[in-house]
């Protein structure tokens, strides 16, 4: 297929999709259930139209040629947002809240979504950061800001564990062990009494920059904002920090080599890729990133337990990733945050809640299991000509990923 | 051509954008339209935080119900110059949900007060969210001594009484009266459970002679308790206590009977006062179990009997639990507050702090830290299927004798 | 020595109680190559059944007047297990065959979502559905020989399994219906080459792990005497580590893999001190082990990959 796109209309394209995506999330955000899945499902309908059409991927270019444009609108909509919000902390403590997991979903997407290594511990591995961060500081009085380091490194090292038995095991058995894991992990806690116990960890302080506590709210141009807004800022910095990280280690040779092993670790093992190391990779650098969303979390809300590190909080970080489209940074950034606002906007259903969110889980995973944004084709173009998109075509993963047997 | 397609893509997300501004307005501005028809006639909310889905729901529904009741009541009065809507919400037994349904409380501008939580550790996530808001805050359910603290006081106050203060008159009837020395305690791992172990074993401390031989913490969902209880069973202990609620509390007693340890006592904390226990184990089974519950015995209260049958003829499907007549004073204590003050936020929580209420539990007025001072308790004994006041009971009397007398 | 005869007699009704959810995780995985996450909320929807007929309806009180209680519990649970039968046919339908073919995360999710579902509609239909409910006794009481371990009901718990087991070894091998789905778990395009009808052989696949589940939910609540709507994901999981333990596709493993577990965590609490509360974690740990040295199970064949 020849491509030509005209530099005006590219530009065009990309501040239509990017102004588009940016303004379905508000709305999303400030109206009720009903619009936020009418407006998905207009999304949905809308992507799938340009799949059929193949315009879609007219539109991944023209948003990857023109990135200057797409992100200056995003880090915008970023700025303004707690301004459009001002009055209501509480959303704009969702938006905080799908900050931090959209984090973790981009790290949990490089054992299930990249290598295929199906992990049911990430709220584990995320539980692992806030716990590290949050002791650091109640118990020995480091600075919150060493937390997020030690946070990321605790993590890492706990994604390490949690990556060996994925040496030995594969598919259902990788995921029961996982499980496994993360009961391990959420039982431990509750029956050490240092980390708290079941009456987990309070009094957690907030980050101070300065002299100045995030904590405080923040007085611009006349208008009062609640103190949320800076951990937006600082949670939408650390998002923007992860998402690059990951679009490049997508790009690099590291990705190309989690997406052999995702198709098929016995070829993959025999031309050459240290299955070993990419899949130890794939746990620490996944768990890093849980890590670091984990002492965010922790500063935040300043109150941490061990519920909310349990079983279904990983199955809700799963979803994020499926729902959002494995293997594409912006579908699983896109996934986490939609999920959270649908989770909130069920808040008015009360006892009927749970029952929604599996149904709902279950009519997206029938009509669409690819997910919003799907895994792409990788396309490698010829150095020799300028075209983009053209040559060969390496396929790698694509419509459906993981084979049955195991 | 190619042009065409990607016109098409940029017309169609920019129709997209259209559309989903026209629903965005349409969503603010019929919000708009609502607020100003409620101005007359006002009516204001009150927050009820509890777990209504997960393993704690039964708990949480009850208490719901019951506070529901109340506000119905107030309402269909007229005695307030305005309307009360209870807005629930689910805190999942999880303190990330319930950080999350507090900023979603404190976020409308209708919401005057607060009232909450079965879990220590999601009351321990919410109040900072409604202290810092400026909104009185009830407990109804949460036993954790450290929340009503100096710093929350007085925004923080809380109608059930702590572990300890459960615990203390509890051993005083079974050890200082009845002479039981040799305990094993049996109670699961919540924050709940834990609490009650940690006041049980000081309270045993107290007593010369009186020991713990043995200590089971077990899950909370957990169904078999043979193996612990065998093992008790060998122990011959004067008395086993249970820290815990309904569920396992009616399999603990089954199971205990079902291997002919029918003439051990068991005693209990308010958690396993509700008829549901009995129903559970059995009338036989149950027969002879001692707990105890803070509060004045509500059956020889008028107001108790009255609550008892506006309860069954406002036809909730599920009985108000061990916890409803708490959250039914706690949502009167806020209306009583409300006659006295108004919809102002800070009047109402000196309003609450200074109240006294004579209500279900008797008259409550809070100390100086927030806590109930009213810590009458009731001895119940279950005689025939009932949950009788010791005083009452042909236990006290002689005619019957508790298991395990000599 | 008591003690530890009363210990084993916990550990081997608790493993059988396992037991009967893991046949039904191997008997799908067998079939379909994947994991029904939903079957112990299945399971805890059999045992409402039973108690919906019995403590709603009234039908055991009504059936005893004309028929001996042994066959009004049969009746009673047969009705129950078909019901959940129902439920199986209904779930494949619904949440398991719109995603064949698709990565094996796929279904495995949607039971889980289906499980939670299940477990919330009980809990919200059901009368007084988020509180514990008792369950109707019917098995007999007393005790064999005047040994207080031995109760009959215990007894006809385990020859309940057993006769599960060899009931399903028969059909499995000597019907033509069960020769079938013998086929279609070892080769499915091969069986579709002989002319067995896959899709039908699914169906009744679902069906009679729908009726074994039922009755292993009658079984487990009639050993607990006490059920909740959320008891079926601690079965679900537990089930689901004794079927990988003891060979996930293998009934027999699934028997053995319950036990195992059951033995740990009776062990465990009634041994260790302080034990109990760690009881959990040991099971996990020994599945996790077992996972990474012997992950074909303890009754599993090796298979060897070919790219």
Redesign the interface.
Known sequence: M?????GT??K??SL??S??VC??L??CL???LT?AL??LA??LG?II??ER????E??YL?VEKNKPIVLGIIVLFVLVLPFLLHK????L??VV?AGIYAIVALGLNFQ?GSTGM?NFAPAALFGAGAYVSAIAAVKFGISPWLGILLGMVGAALLGLIFGF?AL??R???L???T???Q??FT??I??TAWLG????I?GIPPYELAGFSFKQSLKILGLTIPYQINYIYLTFIFLGLTALAASRLYTSRTGLAWNAIEQ?E??AATQGINLTKEKLLAFALGAAFAGVAGALYAHY?????Y??F?FS?S?IL??MV?LGGMDNVSGVTLGAILLTIID?KL?DF??????M???I??TI??TR?QGLLPKRTRKYKEKSTGMPCVGQTVTMGGE??????? | M??K??????T???T??F???L??GC??GSGEEGQGAAEEGKTYKIAFLGP???PN?GQG?GARNAFLLAVDQANESGELPFKLEVM???DE????TS???A??A???PDVIAGSGHW???CA??SI?IFKSAGIPFVIWGAI?P?LTSPENYPNTTRVCPTQAQENIPLAEFVIGELGRLKWAIISD???Y???NTEAWQNEVKKYPGAEIVSLD?I?VGQTDFRPILSKIKNLDVDGVYFGGVVMEAALVRRQMVELGMKDTLMVGISGIVDDKFIETAGGDVAEGVIAIKPGMNIQKMEGGKAFEEAYAAAGFSEPYGAYGPYAYDAANIIIEALKQVGPDKAKLVDAIANISYEGLLGTTTFDEVGQTANIASTIFVIQDEQFVDWDDSEYKSGQRKLPGSK | MELLMSQVINAIMLGCTYALVAIGFSLF?GVL???VFCAGDVAIVGAFAVAFLVSILGLFVALQGALPPMIATVIIVFVAALFTALLMALMYR??IR??E??????P???T???G??L???I??FYPEGRNPQAFPQMLPEGVLAGNAMLSWRNIIIIIATLLIVGLLYWFVNKTKTGLSIQAVSQNREAAVMVGINWRFIVYITFIIGGVILGVGGFLVASYFDVIRFDMGSMYG?KG??AA?VGG?GNVYGAIVGGLLIAFVEVFVSAFVPGGT??A??AA??M??LF??FK?EGIIGEK?I?K?
């Not at chain 1, 116990?197 to 987990?200: F, H």
């Not at chain 3, 073919?101 to 796929?106: A, D, I, P, Q, Y």
Request: contains cysteine.
């Open positions: 020849k491509t030509k796109i005209n209309n590219g065009i394209i239509a999709t102004l588009g303004l379905a508000y709305i400030v109206s009720s619009a009418l407006i207009l999304g809308l139209y340009g059409k193949d315009s879609i007219q539109v023209s209501n902390n509480y959303l403590h969702v809240m299930v199906v038995p030995k095991t598919g259902y058995y995921s029961l062990v499980i496994a894991l009961i391990i039982q431990m509750v029956n116990g079941p009456n987990g309070p098929d016995i070829v809300t300043s109150f941490i337990g519920e909310d349990d909080k199955l799963i979803c499926l909130e808040r009360a006892d009927y809640r749970m029952l969110y599996s149904v889980l279950i995973l029938i299991s459906s990923s993981g084979s049955l047997k195991n | 190619l042009k397609k990607a016109f098409k893509v940029a169609l997300l920019l997209f954008l559309v989903v501004g629903v965005a969503g603010s209504l889905t997960g729901a529904v629930e919400l689910d037994s999880k303190p990330a950080a999350s349904v900023q979603k404190v976020a409308d879990n220590t550790p321990e996530a900072p954790g450290s791992t919540s924050s459970g834990k609490s913490e899950q | 995985f190559d994947i994991v619904l949440v719109p995603l073919g698709r990565s094996e995360l796929m495995l999710l949607s889980i979502a289906a939670f579902a477990r919330e509609i809990g919200i999981l689901f580590c990988v996930l509360a760690y959990g974690v996990f740990l599945v996790l996972m990474l992950p298979t990959e790219v």
